[in-house]
């Protein structure tokens, strides 16, 4: 059995706009395995973004428990949760957020320079993650002079320099054509397997959805 890196039980999660309570998550339980991907998938509103949020620990349930490597969320001061996300979580959205002014290599080498590391080791990890995400000949292009597929996989390559434990990905590939959209997933799937890493993903993409080893279906 592969270890179980989050767990959720009994999650809900409700937003209010004034007098009314919209719930969007109600008793959800989910495993997330080491090494698995699992796709969420929903209606626009069903509340995928909601739940990658809380399991990213950007924003908190209502009810329920969450833990992460068997320990109850509960019991994490908030020190602890953000070395979490620092530390285990890499992030990657529909729109890439990569820094215009910073060529490809300089926006991959920011977490790394956050965490402490020296420049020259940020930059030899950086060009690692270039280099596997297929982009080695393109590290001192601006985010303008990529395009859009090639500008995911630097946000790819951003979130995995860190070595996550889990990437949580939210429409990642929701901006890109068919195409392109495959090629971005099929780097991102590789990397995640390779690593035996885990990987939760929103998609609207069924097909890609297809290809995780468990769903979360939100309605
Ligand atoms: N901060 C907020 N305050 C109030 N309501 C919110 C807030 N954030 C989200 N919602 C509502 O919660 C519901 C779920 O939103 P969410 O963004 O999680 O959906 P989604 O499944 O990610 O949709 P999409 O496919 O369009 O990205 C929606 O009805 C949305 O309007
Ligand atoms: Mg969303």
Do not use: W
């Amino acid at each position: 059995m592969p270890d179980t890196i989050i767990r959720l039980e009994n999650i809900s999660k409700s937003y209010s706009q004034g007098d009314t309570v919209i719930p969007v998550i109600e008793n959800l339980n989910a495993t997330i395995q080491e090494g698995k991907f699992i796709s969420v998938i929903g209606p626009s509103g069903s509340g995928k973004s909601t739940l990658l949020n809380v399991i990213g620990l950007i924003d908190t349930a209502d009810s329920g428990d969450i833990f992460f490597f068997d320990e109850n969320l509960k019991d994490i001061n908030y020190v602890q949760q953000n070395l979490i996300r620092r530390d285990k979580i890499g992030f990657v959205y529909q729109s890439n957020n990569l820094f215009s002014d910073f060529t490809a290599i300089e926006n991959v080498t920011i977490p790394q320079l956050l965490l402490g590391a020296n420049k020259k080791d940020a930059y030899n990890l950086a060009f690692k993650c270039l280099d596997i995400l297929g982009l080695s000949a393109r590290i001192n292009h601006l985010p303008k002079d990529l395009s859009g597929g090639e500008q995911q996989r630097v946000a790819i390559a951003r979130a995995i320099i860190n070595e996550p434990k889990i990437i949580i990905a939210d429409e990642p590939t929701g901006n890109l054509d068919k195409n392109t959209s495959n090629d971005v997933f099929e780097h991102l799937i590789n990397f995640v397997y390779s690593q035996k890493i885990s990987l939760i993903m929103a998609t609207h993409n069924l097909d890609l959805a297809r290809k995780s080893d468990h769903q979360i279906k939100l309605v």
